[in-house]
């Protein structure tokens, strides 16, 4: 929700109330990522900071400059800040704007896959790589070469191969590409029209770059039909993920302006995904950011809201829970504050 409307919540009986608690408290922590390494939970959040820009629907108020990696033993234990893993003053082609990243893994290397600005105020996607989880990672010297827009997520599948997903509208700049091209005339479809899809790209083997043309993901509702841009509560916004869960493919991501993380089923990496219902209801502050993960069996959504900060929407806090899968397929809908 936005900042203007959050002036009546008592925050101290909303976070008595709140499903979880943030895992850190030193600094505010975003976009969080989560996976399971060697046996232990590492988190790839966004480190929001103030640097006292008003809001505005660009996202100029988002001016996260680094990465931290969070480290938990398990779901229950203290979470652990691993300090800098990277900073924008060590990206060679990046300006500002270190926005929701995330990791892999892959014969005893580390990756970190981050958006940020260019020089030119385009956004793109970069790899960085370490030895450790934690870091420090080193960026490559280019971005990702046909990469654009934000949020990038990687799904290592079965056979080994690994997908990145894509893509965020608004201040993430994906109403400007069609077919992967940049235009700045070009706008948000009407709400009557097919709306705007996230993006998949098989990566290389060496994971820095896309072993193909990058395309659009297909959410159709359930007679088949693509969603359309007015349908707000259902289309995609940001914040791509994947899992797999009983052989299917789960795609989530967030609805932005109406808040929801939703998912939709598929039976491939590339889709089509069957819009199937909500995880996560509305949070505090304006955005709604996500990963879910397997650990020791059980599943976890770890998302974030703005409750620590009171509501300021860009000083939000990484937080998990539960998730449970049911017989039918679908994942029950998660409220972060209980009534």
């Known amino acids: ?80 800040d691993n300090g800098v893993a990277l900073h924008v003053r060590d990206v060679p082609w990046a300006d500002r704007q270190m926005w929701a990243p995330d990791a892999a893994h892959k014969d005893g290397k580390y990756y970190l ?19 450790s989880p934690t870091g420090p990672f080193k960026a490559e010297p280019k971005a990702i070469e046909g990469s654009y827009s934000i949020d990038p997520a990687v799904f290592e ?12 509208i608004w201040g993430g700049q994906l109403q400007k590409y069609r077919n992967n091209i940049y235009d700045e005339a070009n706008e948000l479809p009407l709400s009557n029209q097919e709306a705007l899809l996230p993006i998949v790209a098989k990566m290389t083997d060496d994971l820095l770059g896309f072993a193909e043309e990058p395309k659009g993901i297909e959410i159709i509702d359930e007679n088949g039909d693509l969603l359309l841009e007015g349908d707000n509560d259902r289309r995609f916004f940001e914040a791509s993920w994947l899992h797999k869960y009983n052989g299917k493919y789960y795609f989530s991501y967030s609805t932005g302006d109406t808040h929801f993380i939703c998912y939709a089923i598929g039976d491939n990496p590339y889709g089509p995904f069957t819009y ?10 304006w955005t709604s950011h996500h990963s879910i993960c397997e650990v020791a069996g059980k599943w976890y959504l770890f998302y974030h809201d703005s409750s620590l900060s009171k509501g300021i929407t860009h000083l939000r806090s990484v937080k998990l829970a539960e998730i449970t899968h049911n017989s039918d397929d679908t994942i029950t809908t998660l409220k972060p504050y209980l009534d």
């Open 113 to 131: 896959f981050f958006p940020a600005r260019n020089k030119k105020g385009l956004f793109q996607i970069g790899v960085a790589i370490s030895d």
């Open 276 to 285: 199937t219902g909500k995880i996560l209801e509305p949070v505090v502050g």
């Open 157 to 168: 599948d079965e056979d080994g191969s690994y997908y990145m997903y894509f893509g965020g």
């Open 1 to 80: 929700m936005p900042e203007e409307s959050i002036e009546h919540i008592d925050f101290e009986e909303l976070n008595k109330k709140a499903i979880s608690k943030p895992l850190v408290q030193h600094m505010y922590t975003a976009d969080p990522s989560a996976h399971v390494f060697d046996g232990k939970i590492y988190i790839y959040p966004s480190h929001d900071i103030d640097a006292g820009i008003p809001f505005n629907d660009n996202g100029d108020h988002f001016a996260m400059e680094d990465y931290h990696v969070i480290s938990m033993d398990s779901v229950n234990s203290e979470a652990k």
